[in-house]
């Protein structure tokens, strides 16, 4: 399983990596670089799905928040 993933912001294309949550979905993240507020695209459950290099944890595991 993969916890690191580089999030991209959708608003001035910043990019960084971080470490993943393990337990949770993650349903906020603010672009350190314009502060955006970067919420999940429809269908997604948090946004290292939709931003990020790598799907969360959750989602790798198969055991997303809509199961």
């Known amino acids: ?3 690191e993933s580089t999030i991209k912001c ?5 990019e960084k990596e971080e470490t993943m949550p393990t337990d949770a979905c993650q349903i ?3 672009c350190n670089s314009c502060g955006s507020i970067l919420r ?3 269908g997604d459950d948090c946004v290292f799905c939709s931003w ?3 799907k ?7 055991k997303s928040e809509e199961e």
């Open 10 to 14: 959708p608003e001035c294309g910043f």
């Open 1 to 3: 399983m993969k916890l």
């Open 40 to 42: 999940p695209k429809e």
């Open 56 to 62: 969360c944890p959750m989602e790798q595991d198969g």
């Open 28 to 30: 906020f993240y603010q």
């Open 52 to 54: 990020g290099t790598e």
